[in-house]
């Protein structure tokens, strides 16, 4: 089960390009992008109204698509509008559409009740392209539920030990206890984690000449947004009371969407403000998280296959777990509320019993 009524990333901007089709499942729906003539992104479900062909395997006719499996042609609203085996087109020939809204190189899509789309409820990522900072476009699929790459982002003491030649850093890292606040739609965690030593990634990019004070303050919110303010400066400093001189800082903007109940999107950039004119240090920087988040590929795919095999296994809490389980309980109470919703909007129908037949004494 997945939350409908939520904002999900897509796609990167430059996945749906000014010619062809782009195709992508998101909450076990598939869904069909692309670009009208004008720029304007069409979203809609991925599949003929007349015998479930998929349309990207169909063709652009202007800003219409035509199914190649019986030649239905659908315009941008998802209406069947020529159909050359008859005439008269039934109204009810179309497929659905969905809103979606591009906003700081990211596609955002609503799959559940189009009347509630607010684009205010999208979380702001300026840093994506703000001149001012540099990242680049990272993508990874999964083959597991999306909840357990949400439960690995909302416990960082893993960095040390799952990452210790990448983001990792000392094993103290691990030990410093983070702060962990309930939001209306998630939870927001403050990592520190002083007099330090810097992970591998840092020192690539910056000689600090001995430790640091380090930190990752970020929002975890619905349906899995990661935005993050996080870095580190020189020891001593003053950075923990909002003295970032010598530092260097990033903002991680993350998007975790469910493909299936078995595979992941996962979208993500490590947007940096320092060294902009210097191309190979974003370039460096990127990597460093490419090759971190392969590292947690790993590891989850790997639990993911041992949890398949006992469906029973119940889990052991720690007190490092307090982020994850607020997330989960968030995430259950709004699929709760949803089912609810669904439920009050569904007409019940009187049935009436026909009398009993007459009995002849």
Avoid at 255 to 278: G, L, V
Avoid at 314 to 334: P, S
Wanted: hydrophobic residues 40%; contains cysteine.
């Amino acid at each position: 089960m997945f939350i409908k009524n939520t904002w999900y990333v897509a796609a990167w901007d430059k996945e749906v390009g000014t010619d062809g089709l782009f195709a992508r499942t998101i909450i076990g729906v598939p869904v069909l992008m692309y670009r009208k003539q004008d720029g304007e992104i069409v979203a809609l479900e991925d599949r003929c109204c007349h015998r479930g062909a998929p349309l990207s395997v169909g063709r652009r006719e202007g800003d219409c698509v035509r199914c190649l499996y019986h030649g239905l042609k659908f315009d941008a609203t998802g209406q069947c509008v020529e159909a050359p085996a008859q005439p008269r087109i039934p109204p009810q020939a179309r497929v659905r559409t969905f809103p979606v809204v591009q906003r700081h190189r990211w596609i955002w899509i609503w799959m559940g009740d189009q009347d509630q789309a607010d684009p205010a409820l999208i979380a702001d990522t300026p840093w994506l392209d703000d001149p001012g900072w540099r990242s680049e476009d990272g993508y990874i699929h999964y083959d597991v539920n999306y909840l357990l790459i949400c439960d690995n982002l909302l416990d960082f003491s893993h960095l040390p030990f799952v990452h210790p030649t990448t983001l990792g850093g000392g094993a103290d890292y691990a030990a410093s206890q983070p702060k962990v606040e309930r939001l209306d739609n998630g939870v927001r965690i403050t990592r520190w984690a002083l007099d330090t030593d810097p992970p591998p990634f840092a020192t690539a990019v910056k000689d600090w000449g001995g430790k640091v004070d380090r930190w990752n303050i970020y929002n975890f919110t619905v349906p899995a947004i990661l935005l993050m303010d996080s870095g580190m400066a020189p020891t001593g400093q003053g950075a923990q009371q909002g003295e970032r001189e010598g530092a260097i800082e990033f903002r991680g903007c993350q998007a975790i969407t469910p493909e299936t109940e078995h595979s992941t999107h996962y979208f993500f950039a490590h947007p940096h403000n320092f060294a902009i004119d210097q191309p190979q240090v974003t370039r460096s920087i990127h990597q460093a998280v490419v090759d971190a988040f392969e590292e947690d590929r790993e590891i989850i795919t790997a639990q993911h296959r041992s949890l398949s095999l006992a469906p029973d296994f119940k889990m052991v809490a720690f007190g490092i777990d307090a982020a994850l389980n607020q997330f989960r309980w968030i995430v259950a109470r709004r699929l709760e509320q949803e089912a609810a919703a669904t439920r009050a909007v569904i007409p019940v129908v009187a049935v009436q019993t026909p009398a009993a037949p007459a009995v002849r004494v």
